[in-house]
């Protein structure tokens, strides 16, 4: 699946800088062996099951990283669809509109356009995955106890990716040929936020149909 978003979407235009697994760590090597699960044409629910003997906490932060990584492709490539015009309100259709709150700059949740929050979420989670305390990659050193409460909050925001780019962006997705390759990578994240109940499952309510 990684291969096939390269090709369909321009990798040139991600909206953020790709984040890199160091090669000889164990993250790179769990990141290597769920690509190759990935690549085998497993069933998606048993590619996102933890292997034996392997960290729960490493395995999620390998994956909250890819799945950053992969949303950050799909968003940027289509970002030229998502202006201040067409999206001035972040929001699922109707009935569910997203507001950005950070502990810095909005400690209020705050309305903001679509580009706007996604570029907020974007730099949030750049930041924090880059965050050694929160993230750490050096061998012995722990994660943080509310290290999945961080990763928590992290996914459901992505997902809010998913919801804006289904929703008000459907049309694009299909004329770039992408339709197939972005409902792959959103199952494969949903198998893999169910499988460790890391988002609430009021949050998939827009989705619900898929």
């Not at 990798?11 to 090669?23: C, H, L, N, S």
């Not at 000889?24 to 292997?51: C, H, I, M, N, W």
């Not at 792959?184 to 169910?194: M, S």
Request: proline share 5%; aromatic share 14%; glycine share 4%.
């Amino acid at each position: 699946m990684a291969l096939c978003l390269k090709q369909v979407f321009n990798k040139d235009k991600t909206f953020r800088p790709r984040k890199k697994f160091e090669p000889g760590t164990q993250r790179f090597e769990l990141y290597k062996k769920a690509q190759a699960s990935l690549k085998s044409g497993l069933d998606l629910k048993a590619v996102v099951q933890l292997p034996p003997g392997e960290s729960i906490n490493d395995w999620i932060a390998v994956h909250v990283v890819d799945f950053f990584n992969r949303i950050n492709l799909i968003y940027g490539t289509m970002s030229e669809y998502c202006t201040e015009r067409s999206c001035p309100i972040m929001s699922g259709g109707l009935k569910y509109e997203y507001r950005w709150q950070d502990d810095s700059r909005y400690k209020k949740p705050t309305k903001l356009s679509a580009p706007q929050y996604m570029c907020m979420l974007m730099d949030w989670i750049e930041m924090l995955i880059n965050n050694e305390d929160i993230f750490p990659t050096r061998i012995g050193v722990p994660f943080p106890k509310q290290f999945q409460q961080v990763c928590t909050k992290i996914l459901t925001r992505l997902f809010r990716v998913f919801v804006h780019v289904y929703i008000h962006h459907f049309d694009s997705i299909i004329n770039m040929g992408a339709e197939a390759h972005v409902n792959t990578c959103y199952k494969h994240f949903y198998y893999f936020i169910r499988e460790f109940s890391l988002i609430d499952h009021r949050e998939l309510e827009p989705l619900v149909r898929m």
